[in-house]
């Protein structure tokens, strides 16, 4: 039964790894390597059960195939999660295990930091092997990357949807002020957008409102403001059965990761006529800043990279024109083309 559920899932390997001394309990899933290798990031976290700690790491590393493939970058899917309390002071023993296993895979899996670690664990992983990214100190915060790229999702969708990618006078409402929505404010607000702002934590939404005189409202109003574009950079699952009732906007780009707590919700989206810019595709910004630090990318670099953001956008757009599909099947399927292009490739020396 794992086994059909590995190959169902299209998995190429997937390693059970486990650690007496430190009583490290880890999986590595790695989806696709058609690119190049695996890259994603490991998470920490207090499965109930073995079962859905695999089914986690399988369905994350299947994520980062599309998302990878989708950026543009030559890289595989992969995941990795250790179970356990991930506020264990026995980091130590435990990361620098799991960098082991991550070694053992000579190459074919990279990692990074994800929910439940931090730069600081990565540098233990970083003792045993040198298949790790993110590293403190090394590619540097990602979130003006990853919010410049969602500036160019936003850019696209407005094109395709209103014939221009002028943001002049747009009203704009960000759910987040975090490290994203924060420099994607900033970033807006010089393209001449009207913004309204929400977040839980006060110092943020008054750091955002400071410095680009955008308006704030609270949390649960954000959502249901009449604008001209929704951009949740908050937490994932934010557009569901409660929040696409209120939604009175033409576009929904933004940071989250996850943002359709179904996929069905994507479907409900198109059929309200909200034009919505696949989640993965308008944040690869991220990863591209991991993918920099592989290759040694400078800071420039890495943003040129993101620019190009607006044109996988517009592919994702005729893909599901052309294809009679929403968004969101859209850009699996141009994953899906450029894996199978990659693949088909002959070698003709
Ligand atoms: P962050 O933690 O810095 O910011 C998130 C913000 O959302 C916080 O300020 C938090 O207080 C706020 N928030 C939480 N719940 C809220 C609510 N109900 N209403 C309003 N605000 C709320 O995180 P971030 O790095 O800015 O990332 C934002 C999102 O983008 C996340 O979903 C993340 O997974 C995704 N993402 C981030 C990056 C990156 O480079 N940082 C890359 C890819 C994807």
Redesign the pocket.
């Known amino acids: 039964q794992l086994f059909d559920t590995i190959a169902g899932m299209g998995h190429e390997q997937v390693v059970v790894c486990h650690d007496k001394a430190s009583g490290y309990r880890g999986i590595i899933a790695i989806h696709d390597t058609t690119l190049g290798p695996a890259l994603g990031g490991t998470r920490f976290w207090s499965y109930a059960t073995d079962a859905e700690a695999i089914v986690d790491a399988l369905r994350l590393s299947r994520g980062m195939t599309y998302k990878n493939a989708v950026a543009g970058l030559n890289l595989g899917g992969g995941k990795s999660v250790i179970i356990g309390d991930n506020r264990t002071p026995n980091r130590e023993m435990i990361f620098r295990a799991h960098g082991r296993f991550v070694d053992s895979l000579g190459g074919r899996y990279v990692t990074a930091e994800d929910v439940g670690t931090s730069t600081g664990d990565m540098d233990f992983v970083h003792m045993e092997t040198d298949y790790v990214a993110g590293l403190a100190g090394a590619s540097g ?3 003006p ?3 410049h790229g969602v500036f160019r999702a936003i850019q696209a969708s407005a094109f395709r949807r209103w014939g221009s990618d002028s943001l002049e006078g747009k009203t704009i409402a960000i ?8 420099h994607l404010a900033k970033e807006l607000h010089r393209a001449g957008a009207k913004l309204i702002v ?4 006060a110092e ?1 939404v008054k750091r955002v409102v400071n410095e680009t005189g955008a308006r704030s409202v609270a ?1 649960d109003e ?1 959502v249901g403001q009449q604008a001209d574009i929704y951009a949740p ?4 699952g ?1 557009i569901n059965d409660r929040t696409i009732p209120q939604l009175r906007v033409e576009i929904v780009a ?5 943002q359709l707590l179904e996929d069905r919700h994507g479907d409900e989206l198109e059929a309200k006529g909200i034009l919505y810019a696949p989640d993965y595709v308008a ?1 690869a ?3 591209i ?1 991991v993918y920099s630090e592989l290759a040694g990318w400078s800071r420039e670099r890495s943003l040129r990279k993101a620019d190009e953001i607006y044109h996988t956008v517009l592919n994702v757009f005729d893909i599901a024109k052309q294809d009679g599909i929403p968004t969101y099947q859209a850009a699996d399927r141009l994953a899906e083309r450029r894996i199978a292009a990659v693949r088909s490739m002959v070698k003709t020396w």
């Not at 950079?233 to 994932?236: N, P």
């Open positions: 915060d990602p979130s990357v990853t919010a759910q987040g002020c975090g490290n994203v929505g924060y929400a977040d839980i934590d943020r949390t954000i950079c908050a937490l994932g934010g933004g940071a989250a990761n996850n944040n910004g991220g990863v800043n």
